[in-house]
């Protein structure tokens, strides 16, 4: 599986962004998806989780209630709809697959400016 991140960028505090994550393989659908996000300085930290089948979701506390992930199996695609962003949000984000083996995508900027 390889992942492929767009959508990043700079947005003013407040505004929202939607991260994409293109996943090549015929496999996609068996694996679990997750973002992470790397602030500078900082370790990678847990975003969102969303399961194969896209039942479940989880999310860091920091994020919840205003990030959303979805997937859509037949486009091999996951997605994390961000809102209400804060400078804090600011950091390189990064798609996640697990199944039998652990894929990361190569990272994605976004800044929110204050």
């Known amino acids: 599986v390889q992942l492929e991140e767009s959508g990043g960028g700079l947005v003013q505090a407040g505004g929202s962004l939607r991260l994409s994550c293109a996943a090549s393989?015929?496999?996609?659908?068996?694996?679990?998806m997750g973002w992470f996000r790397q602030a500078p300085g900082k370790e990678r930290e847990f975003v969102a989780f969303i399961d194969w089948r896209a039942i479940n979701t989880n999310y860091a506390d920091s994020v919840k209630d205003r990030f959303t992930i979805s997937r859509d199996n037949d486009k091999n695609m996951v997605y994390l709809e961000m809102n209400s962003l804060k400078p804090e949000d600011t950091a390189v984000y990064y798609c996640?697959?697990?199944?039998?083996?652990?894929?990361w995508g190569q990272g994605i900027q976004v800044t929110v400016s204050s």
């Open positions: 393989g015929r496999t996609f659908s068996s694996y679990s």
């Open positions: 996640k697959a697990d199944g039998p083996h652990e894929y």
